[in-house]
């Protein structure tokens, strides 16, 4: 009788809390009225079930109690209650899944008006890409893709010259406008997920994935990967900004052109283009923590799953093998290029390659070499 009791102030205090819960859904992207509907029903016909399940246990554990006299009859068959079983099962299964095929159909096949941007999701950061004034996203292709042309853009496709390439975990959205998202990964799978838009997608290696929502409240909001990624899936954040139009417009116009970054790759050095020795080392902080670089490597002293880069600079470095190596720059160079070529003493090779211009690579080291140590004295030793 204590197990009937238990069961029965389960099924009050459950239904109770899910009433009075503070924790209700936000219309912050809510073009989705159908998908809430969705959750509804699946939310309904768990919840009826749940209680219906407590129920007949409590009422069975009541009826059929322990009582002097009374045995239990054993019955191993009963055809017409398995039907019902069957009927009502199969009724319950299709009213979840039917509404949500709708609803997918609806989440995949945007507006006609919708505004097109791309996602590249990368270990571990996010990359995005407008059209430019021609309304058209240029093609791209696995072929293009090199250091300085991370979204594998097409030089030869003029729709893509004029597109907006954003290489910086900060996106901007119109306020009140369809958005669809074409979602592409470079190396794992990743999840583009923006939770208070409730609006989510798998990017898949090789293929593109597709998906649609309509921002309907201005503020920022975290971008999270909603698959684990590796070690620095944690770290792999961005920033949505939601705001009207004209502000939109404004800061894609900030934005750099496909057409601009291959000029300014034909006529730059990684010295003029940085500036300054503390210009470069800022940029290379915010490459740090674009790249996901802070989830490995802190600039602290304290331990990570990477050496920590205080005092690095000009370091002798004992490697797995016996071998050491002074972190000079061409060691920096070489190391962040190929990760694995050289596994330092203490920590697992699972660094992973990053695809750095020369720009960004001068920008990460001048970073590193900020955060002290001795002046490099000598090369590689055995």
Same mark, same amino acid.
Request: hydrophobic share 45%; proline share 7%; charged share 15%.
């Given at each position: 009788?204590?197990?009937?009791?238990?069961?029965?102030?389960?099924?009050?205090?459950?239904? $109770?809390?899910?009433?009075?819960?503070?924790?209700?859904?936000?219309?912050?992207? #809510?073009?989705? =009225?159908?998908?809430?509907?969705?959750?509804?029903?699946?939310?309904?016909?768990?919840?009826?079930?749940?209680?219906?399940?407590?129920?007949?246990?409590?009422?069975?554990?009541?009826?059929?109690?322990?009582?002097?006299?009374?045995?239990?009859?054993?019955?191993?068959?009963? &055809?017409?209650?398995?039907?019902?079983?069957?009927?009502?099962?199969?009724? $319950?299964?299709?009213?979840? *899944?039917?509404?949500?095929?709708?609803?997918?159909?609806?989440?995949?096949?945007?507006?006609?008006?919708?505004?097109?941007?791309?996602?590249?999701?990368?270990?571990?950061?996010?990359?995005?890409?407008?059209?430019?004034?021609?309304?058209? *996203?240029?093609?791209?292709?696995?072929?293009?893709?090199?250091?300085?042309?991370?979204?594998? %853009?097409?030089?030869?496709?003029?729709?893509?010259?004029?597109?907006?390439?954003?290489?910086?975990?900060?996106?901007? *959205?119109?306020?009140?406008?369809?958005? +669809?998202?074409?979602?592409?990964?470079? /190396?794992? *799978?990743?999840?583009?997920?923006?939770?208070?838009?409730?609006?989510?997608?798998?990017?898949?290696?090789?293929?593109?994935?597709?998906?649609?929502?309509?921002?309907?409240?201005?503020?920022?909001?975290?971008?999270? !990967?909603?698959?684990?990624?590796?070690?620095?899936? =944690?770290?792999?954040?961005?920033?949505?900004?939601?705001?009207?139009?004209?502000?939109?417009?404004?800061?894609?116009?900030? +934005?750099?052109?496909?057409?601009? =970054?291959?000029?300014?790759?034909?006529?730059?050095?990684?010295?003029?283009?940085?500036?300054?020795? +503390?210009?470069?080392? /800022?940029?290379?902080?915010?490459?740090?923590?674009?790249?996901?670089?802070?989830? !490995?490597?802190?600039?602290?002293?304290?331990?990570?799953? $990477?050496?920590?880069?205080?005092?690095?600079?000009?370091?002798?470095?004992? %490697?797995?093998?016996?071998?050491?190596?002074?972190?000079?720059?061409?060691?920096?160079?070489?190391?962040?290029?190929?990760?694995?070529?050289?596994?330092? &003493? $203490?920590?697992?090779?699972?660094?992973?390659?990053?695809?750095?211009?020369? +720009?960004?690579?001068?920008?990460?080291?001048?970073?590193?070499?900020?955060?002290?140590?001795?002046?490099?004295? #000598?090369?590689?030793?055995?």
């Amino acid at each position: 009788m204590a197990l009937a009791i238990a069961l029965l102030l389960i099924v009050v205090l459950a239904v $109770g809390f899910h009433v009075a819960s503070p924790w209700w859904i936000t219309p912050i992207a #809510s073009n989705w =009225s159908r998908m809430d509907d969705t959750l509804a029903i699946t939310l309904v016909i768990t919840g009826v079930l749940f209680i219906a399940i407590n129920l007949f246990v409590v009422a069975a554990l009541w009826r059929y109690r322990h009582r002097e006299g009374h045995r239990a009859a054993y019955e191993p068959h009963n &055809k017409r209650l398995e039907w019902w079983l069957v009927g009502i099962t199969t009724a $319950g299964v299709a009213a979840l *899944l039917a509404p949500g095929l709708f609803v997918y159909a609806d989440y995949v096949r945007p507006p006609p008006n919708a505004l097109r941007m791309e996602v590249l999701g990368q270990q571990w950061q996010w990359r995005f890409r407008f059209p430019g004034p021609g309304g058209k *996203l240029g093609t791209t292709d696995v072929r293009y893709i090199t250091d300085d042309n991370p979204f594998g %853009m097409n030089p030869a496709d003029p729709n893509g010259r004029d597109n907006y390439l954003i290489d910086t975990p900060e996106l901007h *959205l119109p306020l009140n406008r369809p958005i +669809q998202v074409l979602a592409r990964s470079r /190396d794992v *799978l990743h999840d583009f997920y923006v939770p208070p838009f409730r609006a989510r997608m798998n990017m898949v290696p090789g293929m593109v994935t597709t998906f649609w929502f309509t921002p309907t409240k201005a503020g920022r909001y975290d971008i999270l !990967c909603a698959q684990l990624c590796g070690i620095g899936h =944690s770290n792999m954040r961005g920033v949505v900004v939601v705001e009207d139009e004209a502000a939109f417009t404004r800061w894609l116009a900030r +934005q750099t052109t496909f057409e601009q =970054s291959l000029q300014a790759k034909v006529q730059a050095t990684p010295a003029a283009a940085g500036g300054s020795a +503390q210009a470069l080392a /800022d940029q290379g902080k915010a490459l740090a923590q674009a790249k996901g670089c802070v989830a !490995c490597h802190s600039v602290n002293g304290n331990p990570g799953v $990477g050496p920590t880069w205080k005092d690095l600079y000009g370091s002798t470095q004992t %490697m797995a093998d016996g071998t050491t190596a002074v972190a000079d720059e061409a060691y920096l160079r070489a190391f962040i290029r190929d990760p694995k070529a050289r596994v330092v &003493k $203490g920590f697992a090779p699972i660094m992973p390659n990053f695809n750095l211009s020369e +720009q960004e690579l001068s920008a990460l080291i001048a970073y590193i070499k900020a955060q002290g140590g001795p002046a490099p004295a #000598s090369a590689a030793k055995p």
